[in-house]
């Protein structure tokens, strides 16, 4: 079974453009969650989508967002972007994803998007 | 903020020994707990899952699970050279605002020397 894929692998932006990354989930998937990694703060989560609705938020600004497709891929966008957002971007595949109490979630990852931001 | 707090290591082990990764949270409703591998460039894959109290085993390695201490540990036995890797912990709970979450710690860097 073919893994998470996401595209761009890398990107270079400059302050103030705006950016869409790509997550592709594993066959059957319904749940794609987005992730920040940087040195500093870690994997952080910024959204889920599930069945094309955000169900899960983390705590970014507005100008990160999301979108998911009847198919399941799912888009990421980042607008008037800062020198902060240079950091992996990484979207994650999961059956049922954060479904709530009581739910089996393990999520797996894609091999992330590279965003450095001049 | 729910915090998940690991040991950012080094942690250097001998090859043949046990290493012994150690993660505490700070939500008490937490529900589900996962153990991930990133190597350098990489991104994180999963290798446990544990979801009640007490051990659970998988090939060299074992997660166990301390709900009343809040804690969770990973534990590596005959550790190879291709063990050596960042160790992070993720915890799933209810974050607020009718959101559930996976949160991460910053990891542990594990080296195993030949």
């Known amino acids: 079974k073919a893994g998470v894929t996401q595209t761009p692998r890398y990107l270079i932006k400059t302050r103030g453009q705006q950016v869409t990354l790509s997550c592709s989930p594993i066959?059957?998937?319904?749940?794609v969650s987005w992730y920040q990694q940087t040195p500093g703060q870690g994997l952080q989560f910024l959204f889920e989508?599930?069945?094309?609705?955000?169900?899960n938020k983390g705590n970014f600004p507005g100008r990160f967002s999301g979108r998911q497709f009847s198919n399941s891929r799912s888009e990421m966008n980042v607008s008037t972007l800062e020198l902060g957002d240079s950091a992996l971007y990484l979207c994650?595949?999961?059956?049922?994803?954060?479904?709530?109490?009581?739910?089996?979630?393990?999520?797996?990852f894609g091999p992330g998007t590279r965003l450095t931001v001049l | 903020q729910k915090e998940v707090e690991q040991n950012s290591g080094p942690l250097s082990v001998p090859e043949g020994a046990i290493a012994s990764l150690n993660c505490t949270y700070s939500?008490?409703?937490?529900?589900?707990f996962f153990w991930y591998r990133q190597y350098s460039g990489k991104s994180p894959e999963l290798i446990m899952s544990?979801?009640?109290?007490g051990d659970k085993e998988d090939g060299r390695f074992t997660a166990q699970l301390n709900k009343a201490s809040q804690y969770v540990s990973l534990l590596i036995r005959d550790s190879q050279p291709s063990d050596s890797a960042t160790y992070l912990c993720?915890?799933?709970?209810?974050?607020?605002?009718?959101?559930?979450?996976?949160?991460f710690g910053k990891g542990t860097k594990l080296s195993v020397i030949p």
């Open positions: 544990i979801y009640s109290n």
């Open positions: 066959s059957g998937h319904r749940s």
């Open positions: 939500d008490r409703g937490s529900q589900s």
């Open positions: 994650a595949s999961s059956p049922r994803g954060l479904a709530g109490e009581g739910s089996y979630n393990e999520q797996f």
């Open positions: 993720a915890v799933y709970a209810y974050s607020g605002a009718g959101s559930y979450q996976l949160t």
């Open positions: 989508y599930f069945s094309e609705t955000q169900r």
